[in-house]
């Protein structure tokens, strides 16, 4: 029996519905909001205290907007007053770090889709308990399922934010 798309791989990372990992470029622009596209493939950043991520409270997981993978659970953000969503921990190991250094004088932790390769934002060694870390995440990287409860049931749709 094989793995279905949204069930773990050996490594705990979870896969997305739909293989986009391997979108071309130009694909993705079509696909993509320019600010989406901007922030995900050229690395780019949104103001803080903007979009509609920054200061939510909805309940879900939020995904890569560019291949779908689970990135964070709502449960792991919290307040860190830096006007961008932070989490303290990604979903499995469906989040990985690299060395930032384009600002020379401030070297930084990139945040990077394990499976698409996707700029989320930065980690940073300054947030709350249990790991200590803070995940500072662009809004343009992430779609937000959102959950509705109907006559006892629970349907999941997915927001196109």
Not at 38 to 57: C, I, L, M, S
Not at 110 to 131: K, M, Q, R, Y
């Amino acid at each position: 029996m094989g793995a279905s798309p949204s069930s773990p791989s050996p490594s705990g990372q979870v896969s997305g519905k739909v293989d986009n990992a391997s979108l071309s470029d130009e694909e993705l622009k079509k696909r993509l909001t320019k600010e989406q596209y901007y922030v995900t493939r050229q690395k780019g950043t949104e103001r803080a205290f903007t979009g509609e991520y920054w200061n939510t409270k909805t309940p879900g997981v939020y995904h890569c907007v560019c291949c779908d993978t689970p990135l964070f659970e709502s449960s792991t953000k919290f307040d860190s007053g830096t006007g961008w969503p932070s989490y303290y921990q990604p979903v499995g190991d469906n989040v990985k770090d690299k060395l930032d250094m384009s600002i020379f004088f401030m070297p930084r932790t990139e945040s990077l889709c394990a499976v698409c390769d996707a700029h989320l934002g930065h980690v940073f060694g300054d947030g709350p308990p249990p790991t200590g870390k803070r995940y500072c995440i662009n809004r343009y990287v992430r779609n937000l399922p959102l959950i509705l409860p109907v006559h006892n049931a629970t349907f999941v749709t997915f927001c196109s934010c």
